[in-house]
Antibody
Framework: EVQLVESGGGLVQPGRSLKLSCAAS????????MAWVRQAPKKGLEWVAT????????YYRDSVKGRFTISRDNAKSTLYLQMDSLRSEDTATYYC?????????????WGQGVMVTVSS | DVQMTQSPSNLAASPGESVSINCKAS??????LAWYQQKPGKANKLLIY???TLQSGTPSRFSGSGSGTDFTLTIRNLEPEDFGLYYC?????????FGSGTKLEIK
């Protein structure tokens, strides 16, 4: 059974950093590209970043470029999102997601999400 | 970025009825549209991709149609477990973009 379990969320002050993790199981993690998608409170879904199966390519939405870094450790089957210079508008539930059929999107498996609150 | 406009925002229906949710792209996305269901306490569920391809496990009462800029999700013979939030997402180009969501409630 495919499982994606996020961790590392919490309350953080504006300008500070936070690192999210996503532990994957039930599939060969190193075969799949992976992504982070977020959802601000009472708002819709928003793609954040994607990393290729081997970590050689990364893609970001414009609003997080230069502040967020997506990475992975295939030996640990874990996906990461390093979030620096956090802003109030980054407040959201962050989901780890696996794209379907070895592609980049859409996403056939999602984690339950982890909440990140950026506030002083 | 491709803007996705979803309608209606809210929809109320009774079990056994049929409903349709629409999604319009700001430019042609060929057939590359996905539909998701979101429910509290559950992982988001991919229902349909490439416009009309049912994801494994999606009941046949769900169907997707459309191409270019206009797409529709139809749910026939609504079951109680179908109530929740629905999102469309274009997967034709990067960045992938989502619609604003449709809340399907029990009448």
């Amino acid at each position: 059974e495919v499982q994606l379990v996020e961790s590392g969320g919490g309350l953080v002050q504006p300008g500070r950093s936070l690192k999210l993790s996503c532990a994957a199981s039930g599939f060969t993690f190193s075969d799949y590209n992976m992504a982070w998608v977020r959802q601000a409170p009472k708002k819709g879904l928003e793609w954040v970043a994607t990393i290729s199966y081997d970590g050689s390519s990364t893609y970001y939405r414009d609003s997080v470029k230069g502040r967020f870094t997506i990475s992975r450790d295939n030996a640990k089957s874990t996906l990461y999102l390093q979030m620096d210079s956090l802003r109030s508008e980054d407040t959201a539930t962050y989901y780890c997601a696996r794209p379907i059929n070895y592609g980049y999107t859409p996403f056939d498996y999602w984690g339950q999400g982890v909440m990140v609150t950026v506030s002083s | 970025d491709v803007q996705m406009t979803q309608s209606p925002s809210n929809l109320a229906a009774s079990p056994g009825e049929s409903v349709s949710i629409n999604c319009k792209a700001s430019k042609s996305i060929s057939k590359y549209l996905a539909w998701y269901q979101q429910k509290p306490g559950k992982a988001n569920k991919l229902l349909i991709y490439s416009g009309s391809t049912l994801q494994s496990g999606t009941p046949s009462r769900f169907s997707g149609s459309g191409s270019g800029t206009d797409f529709t999700l139809t749910i026939r013979n609504l079951e109680p477990e179908d109530f929740g939030l629905y999102y469309c997402q274009q997967h034709n180009e990067y960045p992938p973009t989502f619609g604003s969501g449709t809340k399907l409630e029990i009448k």
